[in-house]
């Protein structure tokens, strides 16, 4: 129901934009992002925002990635600019919706950063 694209493999200093949408049976999404796991590494929070437009950034991507919504599409990006290799990862997105308590994760989508 949340379906992920734009993973790939590049090299460091590079930019890749990421997207995910949300099904039409999952609407009045509160909270959408990206969460992230590399292996070995517990899940660690990415971005998300709010229907509302309100922003959280994990330390280690601020300044680097952004994140955008399309309220209307159900669709969440990731822009991310100056890749280094410890951001190689399987990025998962996640949409929350607050009046029903369901929290939702895509399947995830590999990004891979290496010389």
């Known amino acids: 129901q949340l379906q992920a694209s734009g993973g790939g493999l590049l090299q460091p200093g590079g930019s890749l934009r990421l997207s995910c949408a949300a099904s039409?049976?999952?609407?009045?999404?509160?909270?959408m992002g990206w969460y992230r796991q590399a292996p070995g590494k517990r899940r660690e929070l990415v971005a998300t925002?709010?229907?509302?437009?309100?922003?959280t950034y994990g330390d280690t991507v601020k300044g680097r990635f952004t994140i955008s919504r399309d309220n209307a599409k159900n669709t969440v990006y990731l822009q991310m600019n100056s890749l280094k290799p410890e951001d190689t990862a399987r990025y998962y997105c996640?949409?929350?919706?607050?009046?029903?308590?369901?929290?939702?994760w895509g399947e995830g989508t590999q990004v891979t950063v290496s010389s």
């Open positions: 996640y949409a929350f919706l607050k009046s029903y308590a369901l929290v939702y």
């Open positions: 039409g049976s999952i609407f009045n999404i509160d909270v």
């Open positions: 925002m709010t229907s509302g437009g309100k922003t």
